[in-house]
């Protein structure tokens, strides 16, 4: 007998018929004795629009109201799931968060959970019924309705897997698990039948949008077991748990290969090569809360440096304009940029062990004369910025050559 928390995101609780189908999940481990606790989001589509509302109402909707409004999707599910667990003739109580008591900060749209009431929860929990919570909410010290950003109901899973200290967190949803890599490009990509915090950190903020990435930390800094797995077939989905563990298997050097192409490359050119130049260059770049990525300088022949980084499309435009402006400061040559290239990341605990892992990649690269522009690594990633044209053509090389082809394994 064990305790778990569910979570079950807004597709698969979708509409009426996906809730019912939850409830019977749900009664599927009860009749195995096990306590559960679920934490729902709304309905799919429900946030998107409350906030078209609330649009609607001011350009820039107020935040304390915004989090009164939002919160409402998720309560709606609560109410919903408890029904249809108690029409299958199981004890049920859905909560919002404030009623646990999820408090947090009271930073608006954006709060972060501070403390979670557990005693109601396991009261509930002893008597025999399924705790139903709602996701993505929390209450402030003074009592007004929070929310937890985008996806915050992965957040809320794990919160109260850790403060219940649950033996497992699941987080059901669309897909059965983490893959090496995303299945639309590499045919043979495979599920992992689990994965380190870290890992799925690398993985989620490179772009295997899974688990909203907050969830993650917090799983891994309260050592929570996360388990992503799917709401509509039956299967062991990927577990995501201390690198302790991972290690007990033979542990291959990269677990999955991640990209983005979000990125793009800004450059100045002929900077003064003299102390100070790179702070005065990134710091403008980084008062403007732009974020940069991967950095690369190189030393001219004729004594300037070629500054280049990558920074979020988005902020491209914005980036340029400042780089301008430094360039005449600096006396600088000439600002570029270019929008078209993508970042391709190997990733893996078990690089720290195995040797030659970057030279293994941009071997693989060669072999498809792929030009790498600028590479970066850290202790478990190696990511390399190309032309965005050859993505696709990266990730199937080096999915092959670090062998985590799915007819491989067999
Ligand atoms: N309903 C919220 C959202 O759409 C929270 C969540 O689904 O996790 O962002
Ligand atoms: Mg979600």
New binding site residues.
């Given amino acids: 007998m064990a305790l778990f928390v569910h979570k079950y ?2 597709t698969s609780v979708g509409t009426t018929d996906k809730i019912k189908a939850v409830a019977k999940k749900v009664a599927k481990f009860r009749d195995d004795g096990h306590d559960i606790v679920v934490v729902v ?1 709304a309905m799919s589509g429900e946030t998107n629009r409350l906030i078209g509302l609330a649009q609607e109402m001011q350009e820039k909707p107020d935040n304390r109201e915004m989090d009164v409004l939002v919160s409402t999707g998720e309560q709606v599910t609560i109410a919903l799931l408890c029904m249809a667990l108690k029409d299958l003739g199981y004890d049920a109580r859905s909560y919002t968060g404030g009623q646990v008591r999820i408090l947090t900060d009271d930073s608006h749209t954006k709060a972060r959970i501070q403390e979670i009431d557990v005693e109601r929860m396991k009261g509930d929990l002893s008597a025999g019924r399924v705790v139903v919570v709602a996701g993505f909410q929390g209450v402030d010290e003074h009592g007004n309705i929070t929310t937890l950003g985008r ?1 915050g ?2 957040t809320t899973g794990v919160a109260l897997a850790a403060a219940l200290k649950a033996d497992e967190c699941q987080i059901y949803t669309d897909v059965d698990g983490v893959y090496t890599t995303d299945p639309r490009v590499v045919d043979s990509a495979r599920r992992l039948e689990r994965i380190t915090f870290e890992e799925m950190l690398e993985m989620a903020s490179l772009g295997s949008k899974v688990l ?1 990435i907050r969830s993650v930390e917090f799983a891994g800094k309260y050592n929570v077991p996360l388990r992503v797995l799917s709401s509509f077939e039956d299967g062991p989905g990927t577990l995501i748990s201390l690198d302790e563990e991972a290690k007990t298997m033979e542990q291959a050097a990269v677990s999955g290969i991640a990209f983005n192409r979000d990125e793009a490359k800004v450059s100045i050119l002929g900077v003064p090569d003299a102390p100070g130049v790179a702070s005065t260059v990134l710091s403008a770049v980084g008062d403007a809360n732009i974020e940069i990525d991967v950095i690369v300088q190189n030393v001219a022949a004729d004594n300037t440096n070629d500054i280049t980084f990558t920074v979020h499309r988005n902020d491209v435009d914005k980036a340029k304009a400042i780089l301008e402006g430094v360039a005449l400061e600096l006396g600088a040559r000439e600002v570029s940029t270019d929008a078209k290239i993508a970042k391709v990341s190997i990733v893996g605990v078990g690089m720290r062990s195995h040797a030659g892992v970057a030279s293994k990649m941009f071997k693989a690269l060669a072999a498809e004369n792929i030009n790498i522009q600028m590479i970066t690594t850290s202790e478990i990633k190696i990511s390399v910025i190309i032309d965005e044209r050859y993505l696709e053509l990266a990730v199937r090389a080096l999915h092959s050559a670090f062998d985590l082809d799915a007819k491989s394994e067999a």
Avoid: A, F, K, W
Wanted: charged share 15%.
């Fill in positions: 995101g807004g989001s996806g109901s992965d909203q």
